[in-house]
């Protein structure tokens, strides 16, 4: 039996799964004073009358990280970067002093100049002053220390182009141990290159990492306590999933995973095999995600979080602020809106939509709920489209006051103006996906080959879940004119994706046969070949690194493959090699297909 | 970081095209470039956006080559989307999709002449041309200068642009007498429709940041701002730089961006560079924060030393020399050209042209005719090593009816004797060949 549990930003929801059955599902709303209370509460809930000794994995979607990000909630970190020649960074986003040290290895790993360990002495000897200011301050005004203040530092460490030799970092990250509660090394995180992400993402790393630790020893003496003992893992923005005990070293790959478990659920429940448009319409927004040939598209570099773009891998996903309780408003001049649901046969329809705005705020719950602003909602219950049983007729009026009361500044009944709201809203999820794909399809290849074959990502289908897509999936259909797809549990979609997510993980690996050195940055790989290393040994040794790996990962078998592969001849005065590029990943997957 | 100009990237590495394993323009060419490019982050930068090319047409290259026998013969894809990235860099500019451009993008180009029988100097096709040519069609006529800043003579866009007064060519480059291909000196200065509006400056060997941005400041600057192009064009080779192996010049990434930010060109396009390590990852990455507006201070090579790269007085006094005599020789233009070409009706100009990389010589005879009226239609007669003997006529853009006129009648009329002929009517972008 798998479990799921998906924390979202107002509801959780759990799910059950077994023998590719959906046996249980629970919705909850999420306390944001106690998000750990909220988890636990969930799990016991959902298992309550289910046979503890049967589950066999529990997979945790959590927003601790996210949310320690976005409420800036952090650890204090301090920050060494080494970044040698080129565009003289800053980081303003990175709420800590950056100290920058000398020393730099260029892009072929080659040590052009070495660490100062003088200057070390004294960035060590300075940092620890610093420290004790702050302790002495702190206690020289008698401040209630808080949580943060009371814990040791962490520290990240950064250098240019350590993804392809990481020895300055390591050495650095061995000087300054002792001083620091945690240390995170940038090239531990990801093998691709991009100095400014990397170091943001070492920077979250080391600043969620105290209030992940304690969430996660917290969580699994819980569970433990209510005897489950099957492995704990937490998604991943990726769509995939790490063991808790990982997730503690790396707590920032476990950032944004909320829109990612929504699409593995989708993924579970549709059949997919073509380019299809995913759309999870819901309160607040609507998440757009494309798959090509069924497989998901990936952000191209890494996912970004507030002001911090990072190198966390993660499945392609664009927010709009159109959900059921996007408010609507009249405007007097058109927005711009390219329009043109009907523009072929009904300009006064038209010209009057392009007055009408949806969201992009919520400003309270729908009238329907007792709220104050029309909503797209609201204006779905004017149409009859929802279920009238669980309102009363009172409610009912309220949304049609309010809707009415829109409609008549654009001289409409309640009604038109409520269909127009409604074609607008599958009009502007489809003006935003046709941005998205010219965008995606124009993505930079660097091979004649690719130029010519010029791969464009047609979908061919719409996928549709979240409260309001039963609804909209009519509309969605005339705007697209492509067959628009709703399954039938999508309601705790994001939690079966959550329960069915297995592990992923990247690998790169580089090999160099002038300099015979070979290096795989995420597993701190770096080590010695011999001047004759070919291709085919690269691709032996990352799919055996990357295949053990997978079994620490989980007990069933994960599919590996690699995904880019390259070999470069270098000439270099006399001497000549190759420079070997492959990249390997396990398979993002599925556990099973719900029936 | 947010970029004060708009630019465009078409960065496309090729990496699966090399004219052979072991040869200079190989694969790994811009593997470097890449790496330091992404590891630097340039594609977060705001302001920044890459882009890829479309190739390029038949049509396109029609309008700058006469390609022996075709152009599917002679042109092969890569070269396509090669010629494809610059025609994109240039309308990124047109288009308004970005403020400026710059395409990476291999193979180089400015060593193709009008006629392609090979590869030579590492090109077929000459990108900026063709990039510039598909400009002209599509957007009208305009006043360009494009400036070549690479270390070889840029023979072919020479070639190309030698009678048209309305593309300014200068380039500056190592001595010809002391390397490939041998040509670029001061007297060449164009054709009887438009000379002095190509100008040369040839460097001596060991010129530094000094001598180059000499140049730059004392006739290039001055020049352009005499002539007032509507687009500014940089030819941008790298090779100029001090760890270049097949060159012998001193300048720097430092020097590189100073110079594209003085230069302020709308469009660069890369041309040669072969120190792929040492040198083109952060001369290209000076060059773009340069065209982009952004500081590039901190862009130096590992091992850059200015005392070691100081330049010898007596270069500097060379080039200052140099400097006055081709500016003074812009000034008089009219005056030397009624001294090159006097009365002249017809101006004949032979030439024996080695294409390095396939190992063709070429024989042939330009003949451009002198018009009151517009730039003049002229001719080129042609044979290869090979056994090609072809005619290629071509009618200018801005030329007279009767120019017109005559270059149908002289493209029917010729063919006996000859393996092909082939007609460029510029004027109504229409292309012939039999």
Same mark, same amino acid.
């Not at chain 2, 560079?273 to 040492?278: D, K, L, R, V």
């Given at each position: 039996m798998l479990i799921g549990i998906d924390m979202g930003g107002t509801h959780i929801d759990g799910v059950a799964v077994k023998d590719n059955k959906i046996i249980k599902t629970i919705k909850h709303q999420v306390d944001h004073t106690d998000l750990y209370r909220t988890i636990l509460n969930a799990i016991y809930d959902l298992i309550a009358d289910l046979d503890k000794a049967q589950i066999s994995r529990v997979n945790l979607s959590t927003t601790i990280s996210t949310n320690a990000i976005v409420e800036n909630k952090t650890a204090a970190v301090d920050l060494i970067l080494q970044k040698g020649p080129g565009i003289n960074f800053e980081f303003p986003e990175i709420p800590s002093e950056v100290n920058y040290i000398d020393g730099y290895v260029d892009h072929r790993g080659k040590m052009v100049k070495d660490l100062d360990y003088q200057q070390l002495a004294v960035l060590k000897k300075d940092l620890s002053a610093r420290e004790d200011l702050k302790k002495d301050l702190n206690k020289a005004e008698d401040l209630k220390q808080d949580l943060n203040m009371s814990q040791t530092k962490n520290l990240a460490v950064v250098t240019k182009f350590s993804t392809r030799n990481p020895e300055h970092e390591k050495a650095i990250a061995d000087y300054f141990a002792a001083d620091y509660n945690q240390v995170t090394q940038g090239h531990t995180l990801s093998g691709r290159l991009n100095f400014p992400r990397r170091v943001n993402t070492a920077y979250l790393n080391s600043a969620v990492y105290n209030i992940f630790q304690e969430f996660a020893n917290n969580i699994a003496a819980a569970l433990r306590e209510v005897e489950i003992n099957a492995p704990i893992y937490i998604l991943k923005a990726d769509g995939g999933t790490m063991p808790l005990v990982d997730a503690i070293t790396r707590p920032v790959e476990t950032i944004l995973s909320g829109p990612a478990a929504s699409f593995m659920g989708m993924s579970a429940l549709f059949d997919n095999r073509m380019d299809s448009v995913l759309l999870d319409i819901g309160g607040t927004t609507t998440d757009i995600f494309f798959l090509v040939d069924g497989v998901p598209v990936f952000e191209p570099t890494g996912i970004t979080i507030g002001q911090h773009k990072t190198l966390v891998r993660a499945i392609y996903s664009v927010s709009i602020g159109l959900g059921g309780d996007s408010c609507l408003s009249v405007v007097n001049?058109?927005?711009?809106?390219?329009?043109?649901?009907?523009s072929a046969n009904n300009s006064y329809d038209n010209n009057l939509a392009e007055k009408i705005r949806i969201g992009p705020e919520r400003k309270g719950p729908p009238l329907l709920f007792g709220g104050t602003i029309p909503t797209l909602t609201d204006a779905m219950s004017v149409l009859h489209k929802l279920d009238f049983d669980n309102f009363s007729t009172e409610q009912v009026t309220w949304a049609r006051q309010g809707i009415t009361e829109l409609a008549e500044q654009l001289a409409l009944s309640a009604e038109d103006f409520a269909e127009l709201v409604l074609k607008k809203a599958a009009q502007t999820i489809k003006n935003q996906v046709d941005n998205l794909l010219l965008q995606l399809n124009s993505q930079p290849v660097y091979t004649v080959r690719e130029i010519l074959a010029d791969r464009q990502i047609k979908p061919v289908e719409v996928k549709v879940i979240g409260g309001p897509a039963k609804i909209l999936a009519e509309y969605l259909k005339q705007v697209f004119k492509l067959n628009v797809l709703l399954p039938e549990q999508f309601k705790v979609a994001n939690a079966i994706g959550a329960a069915l997510a297995q592990p992923t993980m990247e690998l790169n690996l580089l090999a160099d046969t002038q300099r015979k050195i070979l290096i795989i940055p995420e597993l701190n790989i770096y080590e010695k070949i011999g001047s004759r290393y070919s291709l085919a040994e690269g691709q032996k040794y990352i799919l055996q690194c990357l295949n053990q790996a997978a079994k620490k990962l989980s007990d069933s078998k994960l599919a590996t493959e690699i995904i880019e592969e390259s070999s470069f001849n270098m000439v270099d005065g006399y001497s000549s090699g190759k420079n070997i590029r492959i990249k390997a990943q396990i398979k993002p997957g599925l556990s099973c297909v719900i029936e | 970081m947010q970029a004060k100009n708009k630019l465009g990237l078409v960065f496309f590495p090729a990496f699966d095209w090399a004219i052979s394993p072991s040869h200079p323009e190989r694969e790994e060419r811009l593997l470097y470039t890449q790496d330091q490019l992404f590891e630097e982050g340039i594609q977060d930068i705001a302001g920044i956006e890459f882009f890829n090319p479309v190739p390029a047409t038949e049509k396109d290259v029609q309008r700058v080559h006469f390609a022996v026998p075709d152009v599917k013969t002679r042109f092969s894809k890569s070269h396509m989307v090669s010629m494809g990235g610059a025609i994109e860099a240039f309308d990124l500019v047109f288009s308004g999709r970005s403020e400026k451009s710059f395409a990476l993008v291999r193979p180089p180009g400015h060593h193709a002449h009008r006629v392609v029988y090979g590869d030579r100097g590492f090109c077929v096709g000459n990108i900026e041309a063709v990039g510039l040519e598909a400009m002209r069609t599509k957007y009208g006529d305009l006043r360009v200068a494009v400036i070549d800043t690479d270390c070889h003579h840029g023979d072919g866009t020479e070639d190309i642009y030698w009678n048209d007064p309305d593309t300014l060519f200068i380039s500056f480059h190592q001595d010809g007498r002391t390397l490939y291909p041998g040509t670029g000196y001061i007297d060449e200065a164009g054709g009887p429709g438009a000379y002095g509006y190509n100008i040369n400056i040839p460097l001596p060997p060991k010129t530094g940041e000094q001598g180059y941005l000499y140049v730059l400041d004392h006739v290039i600057l001055p020049i352009l701002a005499e002539y007032k192009p509507d687009l500014i064009v940089n030819s941008a080779g790298q090779d100029n730089h001090y760890s270049d192996p097949i060159t012998n010049m001193n300048f720097t990434a430092q020097g590189y961006a100073i110079l594209n930010e003085k230069l302020n060109p709308d469009v660069a396009i890369l041309e040669g560079?072969? +120190?792929?390590? +040492?040198a083109l990852p952060y001369v290209n990455t000076g060059i773009i924060l340069a065209m982009a507006g952004l500081d590039y201070s901190g862009v130096k090579e590992p091992d850059y030393d200015p005392s070691r790269l100081r330049q010898d007085p007596r270069i500097t006094e060379h080039i200052k020399k140099l400097s006055a005599t081709v500016y003074e020789r812009w000034q008089q233009r009219d005056v030397l050209a009624e001294k090159e070409y006097g009365n002249q009706k017809l101006v004949s100009r032979k030439r024996n042209i080695f294409y390095d990389t396939d190992g063709i010589m070429e024989r042939q005879t330009q003949n451009f005719k002198v018009c009151s009226n517009c730039s003049g239609l002229n001719y080129i007669d042609s044979r290869s090593d090979r056994g090609s003997k072809i005619k290629g006529i071509t009618i200018p853009r801005d030329a007279c009816r009767n120019c017109q006129k005559e270059g149908y009648e002289l493209y029917e009329k010729s063919g006996s004797g000859l393996t092909n002929v082939y007609l460029q009517d510029r004027v109504n972008d229409r292309y012939l060949a039999k």
């Open positions: 001049s058109a927005d711009g809106d390219n329009f043109n649901y009907l | 560079g072969y +120190s792929i390590e +040492s």
